[in-house]
């Protein structure tokens, strides 16, 4: 998992000779960030800040930049519209595709008097019956909304409709909430059973012992045991967990799931976990050195130049 770091900010800042304290425009897309931290401590400047498509969960520190016009946050794990009353000079919003119910949040942005263009397209909240309309008079001073211009007639009507609407927003908030609920218990009590087969894995796996596999009396090896330099168990061993990552990757990626943002992370983890057992079994291949021939068929002990 990413963080947001010094030295990342200054390897995305090439374009400002990785001076930080004066950037105008960072990216930080991609980067499986978890955690909005330290940028409003780093770059008060900051113009223009891209943070789409990472891993972040809540909105927060971000209060100190005043100069911030742009801000992108989409494709992340985001529930809640907040602490965005200090971007003073903030015009431009994306939170594209997150998870944003709670359609209500968004009445923290009417101290936002500069923002003209807000993007919520593919939340949970653009289902709710009235909710452009919700927007529309909840935040006068918007122009676009997801991308389509706010026409005059519109407003009005939806200033007029707003006590109806408020109310049916409201109760399908509510509704959401409830079974946003119920999911996050359910994620939580999975994540605790795969903590508990890992451990039990763990005990009945204790991992390879580091042996050395030398045959002392070993003959010469024939042409056809030339192309197999791997010990017996090692290549064993690496058949298997072949095997059994396939069998379990392809269960992962069957199994039916919730599109949440626990499963966002939970597909993360899975990845990370297979690159990290790739890595362990790369490494035991590396180590482990193929059969040692010190006599020939002849008799003749041949001089191994090592320790």
């Known amino acids: 998992m990413g963080r947001i770091t010094e030295d990342l900010i200054r390897r995305n800042a090439e374009h400002n000779d990785c001076v930080i304290f004066s950037l105008e425009e960072l990216s930080l897309h991609q980067q499986e960030i978890e955690k909005l931290e330290h940028i409003d401590k780093w770059c008060r ?8 498509n990472n891993l972040i969960g809540k909105i927060e520190n971000v209060s100190k930049l005043k100069k911030l016009e742009y801000l992108n946050l989409a494709l992340n794990n985001i529930e809640k519209i907040e602490n965005l009353e200090g971007c003073e000079g903030l015009t431009k919003l994306d939170l594209t595709v997150n998870f944003i119910g709670e359609l209500s949040s968004i009445q923290s942005l009417r101290h936002n008097i500069h923002l003209k263009e807000l993007f919520l397209m593919g939340n949970p909240c653009t289902d709710f019956d009235g909710y452009r309309q919700f927007v529309v008079a909840t935040l006068e001073q918007l122009k676009w909304l997801d991308g389509k211009e706010i026409e005059r007639s519109e407003r009005i009507q939806a200033l007029q409709n707003y006590p109806v609407i408020e109310q049916q927003i409201r109760e399908q908030e509510k509704a959401y909430c409830l079974k ?5 218990e359910e994620a939580q009590r999975k994540l605790q059973e795969e903590h508990e087969n890992e451990g039990e894995e763990r005990r009945n796996n204790p991992g390879f012992d580091g042996r050395w596999y030398t045959d002392i009396s070993a003959t010469l090896p024939s042409l ?4 197999h330099f791997q010990a017996p168990e090692i ?7 072949k095997i059994d990552e396939s069998e379990d990757d392809l269960e992962f990626w069957n ?5 949440t943002p626990e499963s966002r992370l939970e597909t993360l983890r899975h990845m990370e976990k297979q690159r990290k057992d790739q890595e362990k079994l790369s490494e035991k291949k590396k180590k482990v050195k193929p059969p040692r021939t010190l006599i020939t068929e002849d008799g003749k002990a041949l001089n191994i130049n090592e320790p």
């Open 180 to 184: 946003r609920a119920k999911d996050k």
């Open 235 to 241: 290549q064993e061993e690496h058949n298997k967990n």
């Open 255 to 259: 199994k039916p799931c919730l599109f």
């Open 45 to 52: 400047d900051l113009k223009i800040l891209y943070l789409q």
């Open 224 to 227: 056809e045991s030339k192309h």
